[in-house]
């Protein structure tokens, strides 16, 4: 039986908001809000891997299960990697989830969806992705796209790049990379082992380094794009969809 984890990662550093996983929203720290949410999806345990004993207590308080880990990790993979073989040193665990800090609003049925892509045979990683609706995205290079090739199963695809620009050319659909991701056990502690690749430091893109290694990653097309909070703007957004 295939047994899950679902780990967030959660750092108090921030250029554009600072101590982000405790901002207020709807009375709740951001970050309670998102280990609720996985907590929903219903697939064992979530647990939220941190850099600061400040969002431990809060998720703690809320009845959320939390642990302190490095400071100086360079990704939230890296965070996510630690938090699992001290969760889980017996290694039960066969997929981990990492779900983003600064997704409040998430739907615990991303995350599910995510981590079915991992049911099947093949896909070493899996990932989200939206159809492109509004023009502006398509051009804005803080939209990550992937371009992918369809799979034999209806909205899925099989990635076989991440990019900054609008990709690819020609008519058709653009998909907006969702960054929540799904891995075999075996594959993230293979992510992590790697140095970072041409691509990756060029795009500034991490899930570059697993493709430029040979790894597969699946993407599940889902109808919409949960809201990342990266600035005061988003907050404020994030306060009115709860509210």
Known sequence: MTRTLIIIPARMASTRLPDKPLAD????????????????????????????????????????????????????????????????????????????????????????????????????????????????????????????????????????YFTRATAPHGDGPLYHHIGLYAYRRTALERFVSLAPSCLEKRERLEQLRALEDGMRIDVAVVDTVPLGVDTPADLERARQLVG
Not at 29 to 37: F, G, L
Not at 54 to 64: F, H, T
Not at 110 to 127: E, F, M, N, S, V
Not at 142 to 148: D, L, P, Q
Request: aromatic share 2%; with cysteine; glycine share 8%.
């Open 25 to 160: 929203i709807g009375g709740l720290p951001m970050i309670v809000r998102v280990w609720r949410q996985a907590h929903d999806a219903g697939m064992g345990r979530a647990v939220v891997a941190a850099d600061s004993e400040e969002i431990c207590a809060a998720v703690r308080a809320a009845g959320g299960e939390a642990l302190m880990t490095r400071a100086d990790h360079a990704s939230g993979s890296d965070r996510v990697f630690e938090a699992l073989n001290r969760i889980d040193p017996e290694a039960e665990a066969d997929i981990v989830v990492n779900v983003q800090g600064d997704l409040p609003t998430i739907d615990p049925a991303l995350i599910r969806a995510c981590a079915a892509l991992l049911d099947t045979k093949g896909p070493h990683i899996a990932t989200l992705a939206a159809e492109i609706a509004d023009p502006e995205e398509r051009t804005n290079p803080n939209v990550v796209k992937v371009v992918g090739t369809p799979l034999a199963e209806p909205n899925r695809l099989r990635a076989l």
